[in-house]
T-cell receptor, first 112, second 114 residues
Framework: KNQVEQSPQSLIILEGKNCTLQ??????????LRWYKQDTGRGPVSLTI?????NTKSNGRYTATLDADTKQSSLHITASQLSDSASYIC???????????FGTGTRLTIIP | DGGITQSPKYLFRKEGQNVTLSCEQN?????MYWYRQDPGQGLRLIYY???????QKGDIAEGYSVSREKKESFPLTVTSAQKNPTAFYLC?????????????FGPGTRLTVT
């Protein structure tokens, strides 16, 4: 069964600090991996999408990495801001079934 | 102003009543999707449509129905047969169907059934 597991479930950090969120998956065969940001009570917004051949991808202060061999991805946030407080969801697409498997998210809180 | 709109943002219904959630997009996307989000769980696919007048069941279609009469619109009806309908419902669209294409999400509708 395809699964996406994220850690930690929740994280609290001080404004200005960096943090890294983790995503492990068992989806096979792999097509692509996405990171979404979801503010409370809103729809998810795409941050990055990576295919098998991409090891790293940046979007401003967000940098995602992908290790397709170990089936792991991370999302690194640099110099956090209060507006980064949100849930971050890892999503993996499988090749063939054309389906997405969603992780349960990491709830990030930035405190001043 | 392009994007996906869902209405209403909050919806309250009595148990046993059917309710229809609206989803409209002006992105000229062929594919549209409905997901359900519950606390502590990942998004789960209810129904999807890759083209007008065609749609397929997702992983949790029981108790739900959809229609796709226009490219821009993909309404979801939550019927009285859905055992646990209280949830946050998200509509999404992509330029084409399939997992290779990015999905864009609407703002969601929170449905509460008592």
């Amino acid at each position: 069964k395809n699964q996406v597991e994220q850690s930690p479930q929740s994280l609290i950090i001080l404004e200005g600090k960096n943090c890294t969120l983790q995503c492990n998956y068992t989806v096979s065969p792999f097509s692509n991996l996405r990171w979404y940001k979801q503010d409370t009570g809103r729809g998810p917004v795409s941050l990055t999408i990576m295919t098998f051949s991409e090891n790293t991808k940046s979007n401003g202060r967000y940098t995602a990495t992908l290790d397709a061999d170990t089936k792991q991805s991370s999302l690194h946030i640099t110099a956090s801001q209060l507006s980064d407080s949100a849930s971050y969801i890892c999503v993996v697409a499988d090749f063939g079934n054309e389906k997405l498997t969603f992780g349960t998210g990491t709830r990030l809180t930035i405190i001043p | 102003d392009g994007g996906i709109t869902q209405s209403p943002k909050y919806l309250f219904r009595k148990e046993g009543q059917n309710v229809t959630l609206s989803c409209e997009q002006n992105l000229n996307h062929d594919a549209m999707y409905w997901y359900r989000q519950d606390p502590g769980q990942g998004l789960r696919l209810i129904y999807y449509s890759q083209i007008v007048n065609d749609f397929q069941k997702g992983d949790i279609a029981e108790g739900y129905s959809v229609s796709r009469e226009k490219k821009e619109s993909f309404p979801l009806t939550v019927t009285s047969a859905q055992k646990n309908p209280t949830a946050f419902y998200l509509c999404a669209s992509s330029i084409q169907g399939g997992a290779s294409y990015e999905q864009y999400f609407g703002p969601g509708t929170r449905l509460t059934v008592t």
